[in-house]
Nanobody
Framework: QVQLVESGGGLVQAGGSLRLSCAAS????????MGWHRQAPGKQRELVAS???????TYADSVKGRFTISRDNAKNTVYLQMNSLKPEDTAVYYC?????????????WGQGTQVTVSS
């Protein structure tokens, strides 16, 4: 199994920055991608950004140019640097780790960390 522990959320003014961290432990050799999703009140959970073990990144259109996902393989940690934050970025942010299709379960989630952006 894989365990994920997130940190770095908080309250920030619009235009500010935050960095989220997600530390993975357990059977991490089976992970082929990690990412961040977010869920705002009354909305569905949505993908924010992801990164594969090879370093390929994907971003939601709403965060391109403002957020950067990165990973430190030595620390088994994924980061989400969030700049130029907007009130609409307010949500609970969840880290996830994905494994190949032949694993069960395939996806693991962290407990979530609240990000609140004030206007």
């Amino acid at each position: 199994q894989v365990q994920l522990v997130e940190s770095g959320g908080g309250l920030v003014q619009a235009g500010g920055s935050l960095r989220l961290s997600c530390a993975a432990s357990g059977i991490i050799s089976s992970i082929n991608a990690m990412g961040w999703h977010r869920q705002a009140p009354g909305k569905q959970r949505e993908l924010v950004a992801s990164i594969t073990t090879g370093g390929t990144t994907t971003y939601a259109d709403s965060v391109k140019g403002r957020f950067t996902i990165s990973r430190d393989n030595a620390k088994n940690t994924v980061y989400l640097q969030m700049n130029s934050l907007k009130p609409e970025d307010t949500a609970v942010y969840y880290c996830n780790a994905n494994r190949p299709i032949y694993y069960n379960p395939r996806v693991f989630w962290g407990q979530g960390t609240q990000v609140t952006v004030s206007s």
